[in-house]
């Protein structure tokens, strides 16, 4: 993502499944006080995972979550680490 966010101005989110891209594109506006020109997103399932113990094997599943890369207007830009 940050190679990305480098060469073409994109920025990825990790948001609230529910959230739709009108949604998100406020959000980023009202946050960081930029033009968002773009939104996609993509949703990713949880994937199975086993892994063996003492006492055999165990399953489980990672965590689903929703995805949104977001593309800002030229010129603009994000910085994360000006709060720190």
């Known amino acids: 993502m940050t190679r990305?966010?480098?060469k073409t101005g994109r920025y990825g989110f990790i948001v609230n499944p529910k959230a739709n891209k009108i949604q998100i594109q406020k959000a980023v506006q009202e946050m960081y006080n930029v033009k968002v020109v773009e939104v996609n997103t993509m949703n990713y399932i949880g994937k199975t995972k086993t892994r063996g113990t003492?006492?055999?094997?165990t399953k489980g599943k990672t965590a689903k979550f929703k995805k949104a890369i977001v593309t800002l207007?030229?010129?603009?830009?994000?910085d994360f680490y000006s709060n720190i």
């Open 54 to 57: 003492k006492t055999g094997f």
């Open 4 to 6: 990305l966010t480098e």
């Open 73 to 78: 207007k030229t010129g603009d830009s994000i």
